[in-house]
């Protein structure tokens, strides 16, 4: 069955970088393509980017142009999510989410576990 | 960035009784495909999001037919012909159309 699984929970300090490990499992990695959205404490989903497992190609939101990079080892089968500068706002649960391989729609069919990222001095 | 407006944003239902969510976005999803790319979610309590409808109206996969989605353009509905105990949560809608995709406020659903 098709599982993503994500890293523990992360404690940084501001300004410090946090990468998360998001690992596949289930179906053939390289034809998908991986979304990082991330929720607040409280708050809703904010889409950060997206990664092709196969090329490497990613798309990132503007809002974090510059401070995000999401990578993939093919390897094992594990995309990657790094984001640097962190303040108290990137408080936040990251998931990774699977698109679908449907071509006539791109909604998210597998989400991965959710990981805790607190930014605290 | 298309934004996405739903509402009601706190919807207290009761059991047996049916519900009804609005999500409206700033630019029509409408592809040239036919397709509206507009996606349902639910978070229940402690959980990722999981998909309920996709494309406006398809339902996902283990889905109950409770649950249905319709509209076209900029103007969705998702409904939930008889809500149960275990339909609480938060729902979303999200827009798939263009990159940066995103989301509705969502709205929280919650037993009377």
């Known amino acids: 069955q098709v599982q993503l699984v994500q890293s523990g929970t992360e404690l940084k300090k501001p300004g410090a970088s946090v990468r998360i490990s998001c690992k596949a499992s289930g179906y053939a990695f390289n034809y998908f393509f991986i979304h990082w959205v991330r929720q607040a404490p409280g708050q809703g989903l904010e889409w950060l980017g997206i990664?092709?497992?196969?090329?490497?190609?990613?798309t990132y939101a503007e809002k974090f142009q510059g401070r995000v990079t999401m990578t993939r080892d093919m390897s094992t089968n594990t995309i990657y999510m790094e984001l640097s500068s962190l303040t108290s706002e990137d408080t936040a649960v990251y998931y990774c989410?699977?698109?679908?391989?449907?071509?006539?729609?791109?909604?998210?069919?597998?989400w991965g576990q959710g990981t805790l990222v607190t930014v605290s001095s | 960035d298309i934004v996405m407006t739903q509402s009601p944003l706190s919807l207290p239902v009761t059991p047996g009784e049916p519900a009804s969510i609005s999500c409206r976005s700033s630019q029509s999803l409408l592809h040239s495909n036919g397709y509206n790319y507009l996606d349902w979610y639910v978070q229940k309590p402690g959980q990722s999001p999981q998909l309920l409808i996709y494309l406006a109206s398809s339902r996902a996969s283990g889905v109950p037919d409770r649950f249905s989605g319709s509209g076209s353009g900029t103007d969705f509905t998702l409904k939930i012909t008889r809500v149960e105990a275990d339909d609480v949560g938060v729902y979303y809608c999200m827009q798939t159309l263009r990159t940066p995709r995103t989301f509705g406020q969502g709205t929280k659903v919650e037993i009377k």
């Open positions: 990664i092709n497992s196969n090329v490497s190609d990613t």
């Open positions: 989410a699977r698109e679908t391989a449907d071509l006539s729609s791109r909604h998210f069919d597998y």
